[in-house]
């Protein structure tokens, strides 16, 4: 019930299109899903996260979008771009009760975007 | 402003023998909290430290894993009589307060630790 599934594995896209990358969740006391992007040799960083109170939250090119009766979050990527390539990881905790460190993270979706 | 270090980037050892991994927090930061990552899969928790005192090591492995952050220098996370199921990329990360759901954790580069 801990477990945050991520897919696909690894993505491959045109210079200008759209990534889409999906997360889904069982635990029920998860309401804080953040996504952190990694590039190589560097550590993940905190790139956007979202709340389900709002079903759709956006950054720039990258929007998160919610779906909570089907415990499923994604991240969109418009207009991607190579120096988007880097591995992308979703995360879920509870928010009120949760921590950073009770992040249960998913396994990653390798991104290539070809110019 | 110099971020999360770590270091060394790479480390290799055989069977048996000792890692050190150390990890040196952003300035200001004073909690600290380390991660391994295995080959396709995510980043898993192991240990949440304060300056001089371990908060939350329910991720670390019951045997020959441990870690401190002293007062002085950087927090160290030290596995004993290493096997080659250890062989990971272990990360820091560095947050300047408790670390709520919210808290945006900073990230070092890794350490990736190869078991020969």
């Known amino acids: 019930q801990q477990q945050v599934k991520q897919s696909p594995q690894s993505l491959i896209v045109q210079k200008g299109g759209i990534s889409i990358i999906n997360c889904a969740y069982e635990n029920t006391a998860f309401d804080y899903f953040p996504w952190y992007q990694q590039f190589p040799g560097k550590g993940p960083a905190l790139l956007i996260a979202?709340?389900?109170?709002?079903s759709e939250k956006k950054e720039g090119r990258f929007t998160i979008s919610f779906n909570k009766s089907a415990k499923q979050f994604s991240l969109h990527i418009m207009d991607s771009q190579p120096g988007d390539s880097a591995t992308y990881f979703c995360a879920a905790t509870p928010y009120q009760t949760g921590s950073a460190r009770q992040l249960t993270f998913g396994s990653g979706t390798q991104l290539t975007v070809l110019p | 402003n110099a971020g999360v270090m770590q270091n060394p980037r790479h480390l290799v050892r055989r069977r048996g023998q000792e890692a050190r991994l150390r990890c040196s927090p952003m300035?200001?930061?004073?909690?600290v909290y380390w991660y391994r990552q295995l080959p396709e899969e995510g980043l898993k928790f192991m240990v949440y430290?304060?300056?001089?005192?371990?908060?939350?090591e329910s991720g670390m492995p019951k045997e020959r894993f441990s870690a401190e952050f002293p007062k002085e220098g950087p927090s160290i996370l030290r596995i004993q009589q290493v096997v080659r199921g250890d062989s990971a990329a272990y990360f820091c990360?560095?947050?300047?307060?408790?670390?709520?759901?919210?808290?945006?954790?900073?990230f070092g580069s890794g350490t990736q630790l190869s078991v020969l």
């Open positions: 300035k200001g930061h004073s909690h």
């Open positions: 979202i709340r389900p109170d709002v």
């Open positions: 430290l304060q300056k001089e005192n371990i908060i939350d």
């Open positions: 990360a560095s947050s300047p307060s408790i670390g709520r759901a919210n808290e945006k954790l900073f």
